[in-house]
C-alpha cells in the first residue's frame, strides 16, 4: 500500500488512524455483527455513536448547554439556504461579509427571491486579499445575524480576530472547524460541511444557539426548519449514520493528540514552515495579506502558469497530490488539514527547494 501526500482541498485526508479503526470495525462494530452502515439508526448501539459525536464536539470545542449540535445533511451548501430561511424573519435583513468565493455563495442564497441582504463590506475590488478588520464593519440597525465564512478554502484568508456584532454572529467554519481555539459563546451559529477537518461529505455540523431555534417562520418546511432536527436529535429522518460515526472516530482523535489548543499548535508550525519558505524567495508569491493568512489553506503563484503546471505534475510524480489551485483563481493551493501530518508539510517543503533550485 502506498498513501500520497493528500493535499486535496475538499474532501480531504483523513486521520490513519480514523481509517484504520473504521477498517478494523467494518464489518463488525462493537460485537453488533454488522456495520454501522446497516444498522439502524434508532438502534441503541447507533445512539451510542451520534451521543459520543455529540459529545466530543461539545468537549473539544467548549460548546455550552445554550446550544444545539445537530449532523444535518446538504452539507455546508444546504445552510446558505437554511440560515436566511430560518433566521431572517420578514420584514428584517440580514448583514453579510464578502470574503471570497464561499462567503459569496452564501450571498447568493440570501438573495434568492426578495430576501433583504446588506453587503456590508467586500474584498472583491482588493481580489479577496484579506479579511476585514472589525473597525471596517458597520452594522445594519434591523439586521437579524451578520455572516461570515471564517476561512476562505480557495483564497487561503481567514479572520485573525472575528468582528464583535449586537446581532448573532453566523461563521461558516467549512475548511477550519477544529483547526484552533474559538470561543464558541461569541456566535449565534457556527456550521460546517464535514469533508475539510471532520469527516466525509454530505455531512454538515450546526452548532446553534437554541433561542435562533425558535425563530423560523411558518411558512418554511418542516424538513428545512431547525426546530425539526434539534427536536429529533437528528434523528427526524435517516441521517448519514457513515459519517456521524467518522466525526466520532475523528473528535477522539483529536482529543488524543491533545485536543484544539494542542491541534492550533501543529497547524501553525505547519503552515507556518510553508509561509516561511514562500517569505524566503521572490520565485514564490503569496497573495494572501499577511495579516489574514490561513493556516489551513495555503495558496501561492510562481513567476508563470507554465511553471505552475509543471510544479503540479512533477509534485504528482514525487507522490504529492492535490495541489493545483481552484479554477477560479489559478496557481497553487496546499490544503493542510488537521490530518495532514508534519511529514506531508516537510516533504512538500523540501520539493519545493530543490524545484526553486532547479527552476528558479
Ligand atoms: C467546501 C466548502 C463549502 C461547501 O461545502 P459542501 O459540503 O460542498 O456544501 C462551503 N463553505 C466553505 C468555506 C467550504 O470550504
Redesign the pocket.
Known sequence: MARVHNFNA?PAALPLPVLEKAQSELLDIAGSGMSVMEMSHRSKEFQAIIDGAEAGVRKLMGVSDDYSVLFLQG???LQFAMIPMNLRRPGKSADYVDTGS?ASKAIKEAKVGDGACNVIWSGKEEKYMRAPKPAELSFSADAEYVHI?S???IGGIRYPVFPETDAPLIA?M??EIMSRVIDVNRFGMIYA?A??NIGP?GL?LVIIRRDLIERTPENVPIFLRYATHANEGSLYNTPNTWGIYIVKLITDWVESLGGLAALQKINEQKSGKLYDLLDSSDFWTAPADKSSRSIMNVVWRLPSEELEATFVSEAKKAGMIGLKGHRSVGGIRASIYNAVPMEAIDALVSFMKDFEAKMG
Request: charge should be negative.
Open positions: 475538499g452539507g455546508a451548501s464561499w465564512c476561512n476562505e478554502t461558516d467549512s475548511s460541511g469533508q475539510k461529505s454538515a
